[in-house]
């Protein structure tokens, strides 16, 4: 049974103007999401609350107060259009003391800040493509890492700043990316090896015992030799554009035993080194020594009905109204104390 009074909260950016001109069309799938996640609630007899966080947290915090939620479920990606606010959002409801699903502030800054992630994956020993972070192009010198590479905004998600000209293979490109996402993303760049592997997407759910649900794998067969296998902005979020259609999710993924095992103790080890809660999505590659790398890790994750971790719990046997129950009710068990081995935040 879950409680009856819930909230579901989440940006309403629409005034927002940040990046590339085409980086609010992720801002806004979040509205969409979030009547997906009402609606699925609805489906078990309980009328959720719908409440945008917009450009004033007053208004926002009042709506809290005034409904008292059992519960909030937190679609926030951020506030004020900023992704890096995300975990500033999860610490107002620890301040006012609300239950909210999903992971705390702490989970929500570390993994953003894609350098911090990796820095803790690596200290556990937990495979990521080597990096640096470069905030301003003198330090270039000190990069040691060979050719190709793929250059990322340090703390940005949802494909933001990546495209095919993201992958590069000598130093002139190399300093005009980094030169590009200090400029149009006000933030340093993180240079990594390119790992030229399959792309897998591990969905992990639960606390004490996290579960992981069918790999799913990007089909990246259909597209030309000379365009990058990435899926950057464009792949992800415009719906129309070839390489959204060539960047297919396959799952469950055709892997063997073996993968299968190693993707899901890596995507285990990633999901407690960062702390994440109720729900994340993993993203990894398999580098050419046969061991997957990671990406990144995605608390919070894209929760609408045709993301990653929607469709790898349909091929669980979970349908989306499932699957929110599910999240609501893990996020429940650990205020309860029914899961005792949770992260504070
Ligand atoms: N080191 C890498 N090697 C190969 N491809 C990468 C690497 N890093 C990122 N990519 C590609 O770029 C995509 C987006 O990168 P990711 O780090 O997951 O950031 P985002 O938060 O934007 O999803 C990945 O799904 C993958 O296709
Ligand atoms: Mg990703």
Redesign the pocket.
């Known amino acids: 049974m879950i409680p009856k009074n819930i909230f579901i909260t989440y940006n309403d950016d629409a005034y927002v103007r940040k990046g590339e001109l085409d980086d609010i069309i992720s801002l806004q799938g979040v509205v969409d999401t979030a009547d997906s996640v009402k609606k699925a609630i609805e489906e078990n007899g309980i009328a959720p609350k719908l409440v945008p966080l917009k450009d004033d947290p007053e208004d926002f915090i009042k709506m809290l107060r005034h409904g008292a939620p059992d519960i909030i479920f937190n679609l926030c990606e951020g506030a004020f259009g900023l992704s890096s606010m995300e975990m500033n959002v999860a610490g107002l409801y620890e301040l006012f003391g609300f239950r909210y699903t999903g992971s705390g502030p702490l989970t929500l800054g570390l993994s953003l800040n ?1 350098e911090t992630a990796k820095n803790i994956l690596y200290a556990r020993g937990i495979p990521t ?1 080597k990096y640096a972070v470069i905030g301003d192009i003198k330090s270039l010198s000190s990069v040691s890492i060979s050719f190709p590479l ?1 250059v ?1 905004p340090v703390h ?7 495209d095919n000209n ?2 590069v293979w000598d130093i002139t490109s190399l300093k005009k990316r980094i030169e590009y996402i200090i400029d149009i993303y006000k933030q340093p760049a993180l240079v ?5 592997g399959r ?1 897998f997407n591990v969905s992990v759910i639960g606390n004490e015992t996290p579960n992981v649900l069918p790999v799913s794998e ?1 089909d990246f067969s259909e597209l030309p030799m000379d365009i ?6 464009e792949a ?1 979020w415009i719906t129309t554009s070839p390489l959204y259609k060539k960047t297919v999710p396959v799952c469950p993924a055709n892997i063997s035993k073996d993968i299968e095992e190693k993707l899901s103790c890596t995507a285990i080890k990633a999901y407690k080194a960062l702390g994440c809660r109720d729900y994340a999505r993993i ?1 990894i ?1 398999m580098g050419n020594d046969n061991m997957p ?1 990671v ?2 890790v ?1 608390p919070n994750p894209d929760i609408s009905p045709d993301a990653g971790l929607a469709r790898s719990a349909l091929a669980a046997g979970f349908s989306y109204s499932k699957l929110i129950c599910e999240i609501i009710n893990c996020a429940v068990k650990r205020y309860d104390g029914t899961d005792k081995k949770f992260f504070k935040p």
């Open positions: 894609k493509p793929i990322k940005e998600d949802a494909g933001i700043g990546i993201a992958v990594e090896e390119y790992i030229d792309e990007i990058p296998k990435i899926v950057g902005y992800k993203d590659r790398k990406l990144e995605n």
